[in-house]
């Protein structure tokens, strides 16, 4: 996505959120000084996720059927998995395994991220205005780091769209041209998962809109891709674009019918 696109859509959503594009700026100037010398190389990133099944995780209310289903599979063995923010915890808690990314803005279990940045998952960390105290509390505590923002991108911080944790990461995946995405625990109604919880800088009801966010986005993103979509999560709203199957059902198609990308 070009950065110019995406910006057009931050206008939007920071005048309706009251959101500080100064702030924001200076957050991404801020995690570009302190990934320097940690960041990781694109190329990297894409040998990872290109042609490979991407499994996005959000924090919802269905996070912990849906990983429940996907143990009955061996998804979790072959495709790439990308947690949002708090559904890196259910990760610890539920599975043998560990994401294979993490896309946060700190606002979780940061303790959670950290164990499993050591296990082997890679952050990518996104910087706002509301989180600089924060990446300057945990960037050090990270021996590799992806900066990401939502603004304009500084050095070794990229801007791949996407707003919230959720949608960014489907943007983030899009990029590197994996063979399709699959998303599990993304409710996106106005139930809020146990793993996403509002923070006391957020209250519920913007949370809420945050969802309804990051479902406008999702659709529209759904529409300007080729990439395969689908929707295991077991519950929440539908999603335009993004087929809604089980996870057995997917197994199943990826088994007698290998997608191509």
């Keep these: 996505m070009r950065v110019e696109e995406w910006l057009q859509w931050y206008e939007k959503i920071a005048s309706l959120l009251k959101l500080d594009r100064g702030k924001d700026q200076l957050a991404a100037e801020i995690l ?40 009955k599979t061996n998804l979790l063995e072959t495709c790439v998995k990308i947690a949002a923010n708090g559904a890196a915890s259910a990760f610890l808690e539920l599975t043998d395994v560990f994401p294979d990314f993490i896309v946060t803005d700190l606002d979780g279990r940061v303790e959670d991220q950290i164990r499993c940045e050591r296990l082997g998952s890679v952050m990518v960390v996104l910087a706002h205005g509301d989180n600089i105290q924060r990446i300057e509390e945990v960037i050090p505590m990270f021996s590799r780091v992806l900066g990401t923002t939502q603004v304009e991108p500084r050095p070794n911080v ?10 960014r990461a489907v943007f983030f995946a899009e990029t590197f041209t994996p063979k399709f995405i699959a998303l599990a625990g993304m409710d996106l109604g106005t139930r809020i998962g146990r793993y996403s919880k509002p923070t006391a800088h957020q209250s519920l009801e913007r949370k809420i809109l945050k969802l309804k966010i990051c479902k406008e986005l999702l659709e529209w993103f759904s529409a300007r891709t080729s990439i395969p979509l689908y929707n295991l999560t077991c519950a929440g709203v539908s999603i335009k674009g993004f087929q809604k199957i089980s996870p057995e059902e997917l197994n199943n198609i990826i088994k007698h019918h290998p997608i191509t990308s």
């Design 158 to 167: 990229y801007n791949f769209g996407g707003f919230t944790d959720g949608d």
């Design 32 to 71: 570009s000084k302190l990934v320097a010398e940690k960041s990781i190389d694109l190329e990297e990133v894409s040998l990872q996720i290109r042609g490979r099944g991407v499994l996005i995780f959000g924090a919802g209310p269905s996070l912990e059927e849906d990983i429940r289903l996907l143990k």
